[in-house]
């Protein structure tokens, strides 16, 4: 084990394409390995890379704009890395991992590193997963790196935060600009990007956005980006608008602001994984005939007698 | 710590130009339904592109599908692949229209597991589980 480790660590150093992806597996699977290989990490590249964040509804197209953004990076020399989140079955744990079928262009591509993730029906925990993939990715030179995950669900919000800025995908024919106004939609994108604009209504949906976005601080973040994926339309205009945004949010010190949110939430994350076997454990050695809350109070107070005044 | 109750990963993919993917999705769901994380890589790849895919996701195993009678050069050549990126830990299981005679030949060129049309969905599931145990027990002695 200890031979392997070290090989390891000598591969993710190589960035060969294997240990970058047993490091994940590692690490997700929370093997003892995972502290040695995360405190190894070239923490250079990890601080300098750009994590970027494309969320949107199901079938708006987030893995074919991705494919699509990848190849203009990919033309500018940029070593990519994506994260590509999909959720589990909450009933059988299983899941299909389907982002690969759209960017199977890149498959031969070493310098694009695709990870598909299940979300596991993990209530927390999955910040600490896809950040530390994350982290894995950039240390081995990518920047950027994409976490891409469909934006409903909690958790789903969550691994967003890890993203330096956020892209929000939007088709024509889903809705009308009330559901774009709903809480949580357009606030926690930087940037709006309504795709399939060769399809009906994608005019109106724009022109709705706009006005939406009226009053935004800058330039880049009131404007409505028009792509169409598939064939690559508008997606150079995206590219430099993400770069002027994170030149802006890097010399303004919002990256800072975020990146140091994005460590808090990745470190509460791994503090309630790390706890839960634990308690888990203690639960199976106490009857717990009480109230669930009081319960979770003592429970807490056995194990971490520091953190509870009872 | 919870390591070995953590979901076996496998990939599903298509080589060849056959675009007929209604057995490798069935397949594909059958394993989603049975708690597996399962990769699924579309029709019409190169046995390049579904191991350099393998590798980036870390399965344990590949599964193939081909109705096009092109079985006898394509799986091969995806052991192939990965014997040249150095790969000696993942399995690859075939399924499809598949002759009997075809069967011995495909085994002797390294494919672990080989399905027909009648091979029973329990079995296939169970075959992938073994080949995912078996590479749990390389990694996690």
């Known amino acids: ?310 | 710590m919870h390591n070995n109750d953590s979901p076996f990963r496998v990939l599903i993919g298509k080589p060849g130009l056959d675009g007929h993917d209604r057995g490798a999705k069935f397949i594909a769901r059958a394993l989603r339904d049975d708690g597996f994380e399962v990769i699924y890589t579309g029709i019409r790849r190169t046995p390049e592109e579904i191991v350099a895919a393998a590798i980036q996701e870390d399965v344990a195993a590949i599964g193939l599908s081909s109705l096009s009678g092109a079985h006898l050069r394509l799986f091969p050549a995806v052991v192939e692949a990965l014997r040249k990126a150095g790969v000696n830990d993942i399995a690859v299981l075939g399924g499809g229209v598949i002759p009997e005679e075809d069967i011995r030949q495909l085994k002797e060129a390294g494919i672990a597991e080989v399905f027909t049309p009648g091979t029973p969905l329990e079995v296939i599931l169970e075959a992938f589980r073994n080949a995912c145990r078996q590479h749990r027990e390389i990694h996690q002695p």
Request: net charge negative; charged share 25%.
């Open chain 1, 1 to 310: 084990m200890r031979n392997d480790l070290n090989a390891l660590l000598e591969g993710l150093h190589n960035r060969d394409a294997r240990s970058i992806a047993r490091a994940i597996s590692l690490v997700e699977n929370d093997h003892e390995a995972a502290e040695v290989i995360l405190t190894s990490l070239d923490q250079q590249n990890v601080r300098s890379s750009q994590v970027l964040g494309i969320t949107g509804s199901p079938g708006v197209g987030k893995s074919t704009l991705t494919s699509s953004l990848v190849r203009h990076l990919r033309s500018q020399g940029k070593r990519v890395g994506i994260v590509a989140v999909d959720p589990s079955s909450s009933i059988t744990g299983g899941a299909l991992l389907g982002d690969r079928v759209r960017m199977m262009g890149h498959a031969l591509d070493s310098d694009v590193v695709v990870r598909s993730m299940a979300t596991r029906g993990r209530l927390g925990g999955l910040c600490a997963a896809a950040g530390a993939a994350v982290r894995i990715m950039a240390a081995s030179g990518c920047s950027p790196v994409i976490i891409e995950t469909v934006g409903v669900g909690q958790s789903e919000m969550d691994i967003i935060r890890l993203a330096d800025l956020t892209l929000m995908v939007l088709a024509p024919g889903l809705g009308d600009e009330i559901q774009a106004m709903k809480a949580g939609i357009l606030e926690v994108a930087d940037l709006l990007v309504v795709n399939k604009t060769d399809c009906v209504g994608a005019e109106t949906l724009s022109m709705d956005l706009e006005a939406a976005l009226r009053g935004r601080k800058n330039a880049c973040q009131s404007r409505v980006f028009k792509t169409v994926a598939t064939t690559g339309q508008g997606i150079d205009e995206l590219a430099i608008a993400i770069d002027e945004l994170d030149a802006i949010c890097r010399s303004s010190g919002e990256h800072d602001r975020r990146r140091h949110s994005s460590l808090e939430l990745e470190i509460v994350d791994w503090a309630v994984e790390l706890l839960k076997p634990r308690l888990l454990a203690e639960l199976q050695e106490t009857a717990y005939p009480a109230e669930p809350r009081q319960t979770a109070r003592k429970l807490l107070a056995r194990l971490c007698p520091l953190m509870i005044d009872t």
